[in-house]
């Protein structure tokens, strides 16, 4: 029991001095730091956003801009700190009933080309995801807290990462069983994919008319994503769709797809998103405090 303990004290330390290298800029290699990519990408998006704005009236610091960001840096670093603990902990007994690695291997991805393993990882991480956020509206438990991602009224590409903290819960799971089915996914290779994955997310969100022509079956889009968001549900879809995160394939696979017509004035939200928390701490605890 007292490894236990030690191992969760030791992930906290080691996460803790990750995100501060990250924060100033001193990790070993600079290249592999995801606080600097995040922020490359989304001045580059942002800049895209205020040259070429989809809904010309909206302002470029929109309502809930600084929310938004806010969560940014806070599901990234923060909370991510904690549930690193969390994690530690389930690992542990995992490992108490002889479960580890290499119990879930199925694809050396060290034995494929570099392309070929990033594509593999990409497109099956992709799919585990689209699922996870399929039951996250299945679901009434889940939706709950997946709320908060739908309490976005006025889109923008930092409401890419405004999201619950209990959603890592939902997520890291699945997605650490991805990268335990193949062996060999390199620290770069996640961290190329995670970081393809964040740049087609705030495209997703951003403020821009665009679909990327005939790959819009294949990509997830902005003239996509804002359906994902729409307020009134068609009978058709009534659990929502278009629930692709990076790819928009798997929607059209299972007919979740749904573009009526151009999306650019729908209302956002879900019904009674009046009353939902407007604020970080509010939001952060919720459903706790629910007025309905
Ligand atoms: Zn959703
Ligand atoms: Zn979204």
Do not use: C
Not at 11 to 34: D, L, Q, R, V
Not at 39 to 57: G, I, N, Q
Not at 62 to 79: A, H, Q, T
Not at 167 to 181: A, D, I
């Amino acid at each position: 029991m007292i490894d236990v303990w030690d191992n969760i004290i030791n992930t906290f330390k080691g996460y803790a001095n990750w995100a501060w290298s990250e924060i100033t800029f001193s990790t070993e290699f600079w290249y592999i730091n995801y606080f600097l990519w995040l922020l490359v990408v989304s001045v580059v998006v942002f800049a895209f956003e205020v040259a070429f704005p989809w809904r010309k009236t909206q302002k470029v610091f929109r309502k809930d801009f600084w929310l938004d960001f806010s969560y940014m840096f806070l599901n990234f670093y923060v909370f991510a700190f904690f549930l690193s603990g969390f994690f530690t902990l389930i690992w542990e007994l995992l490992s108490y009933f002889n479960i580890d690695s290499d119990s879930f291997v199925i694809l050396d991805l060290k034995s494929l080309a570099l392309w070929a393993g990033l594509l593999i990882f990409f497109v099956v991480n992709d799919f585990v995801q689209w699922f996870t956020h399929f039951l996250l509206h299945r679901f009434d438990f889940l939706w709950q807290f997946h709320k908060v991602h739908h309490s976005v009224k006025e889109m923008g590409f930092a409401a890419h990462l405004r999201y619950h903290w209990m959603e890592n819960v939902f997520y890291k799971p699945l997605k650490t069983l991805v990268v335990l089915l193949f062996f060999g996914v390199e620290p770069q290779i996640a961290f190329i994919v995670h970081f393809i994955s964040i740049a087609i997310g705030h495209l997703n969100h951003a403020n821009l008319n665009i679909d990327y022509g005939p790959l819009k079956y294949v990509l997830n889009n902005p003239k996509m994503h804002i359906w994902h968001h729409a307020k009134d549900l068609p009978a058709s879809h009534s659990n929502g769709m278009n629930f692709g995160i990076s790819l928009s394939i798997w929607d059209y696979i299972f007919k979740t797809n749904y573009i009526p017509h151009d999306g650019r004035d729908i209302e956002l939200g879900f019904e009674n998103d009046e009353k939902f928390p407007q604020s970080l701490i509010g939001q952060s605890i919720y459903p706790l405090g629910k007025k309905d």
